[in-house]
């Protein structure tokens, strides 16, 4: 009943941009902060952008800062992850998160998404 479904993912070129989304359903996703997260094979799972309910204040990795932005349609219960000058790097899976903003900080989420594949190659 609880679903987080990421979409948006796939392959791009460099210098290129995605718009990915992340779409809630059996609960209210503005009740939460929600995270962006990623990770590429063999690789730790890296934060990569977060936004609170409360006030919509944003935070971003230095990798993200300037180039992603992160927002959020409450009527349409969907956060987004708006990627622009996608950099090889950036490959990875992207999955989205719940939860309070320290827990996402910390990397812990209530609930999570399966994830979208993003690749970036010319």
């Known amino acids: 009943q609880v679903q987080l479904v990421e979409s948006g993912g796939g392959l791009v070129q460099p210098g290129g941009s995605l718009r990915l989304s992340c779409a809630a359903s059996?609960?209210?996703?503005?009740?939460?902060?929600i995270g962006w997260f990623r990770q590429a094979p063999g690789k730790e799972r890296e934060g990569v952008s977060c936004?609170?309910?409360?006030?919509?204040?944003?935070y971003y990795a230095d990798s993200a800062k300037g180039r992603f932005t992160i927002s959020r349609d409450n009527a349409k219960n969907t956060v987004y992850l708006q990627m622009n000058s996608l950099k090889p790097e950036d490959t990875a899976v992207y999955y989205c998160?719940?939860?309070?903003?320290?827990?996402?900080?910390?990397?812990?989420?209530?609930?999570w998404g399966q994830g979208t594949q993003v690749t970036v190659s010319s």
């Open positions: 998160a719940t939860g309070d903003l320290g827990g996402l900080v910390a990397g812990i989420g209530k609930y």
């Open positions: 059996g609960f209210t996703l503005d009740h939460y902060a």
């Open positions: 936004i609170r309910n409360s006030d919509g204040n944003t």
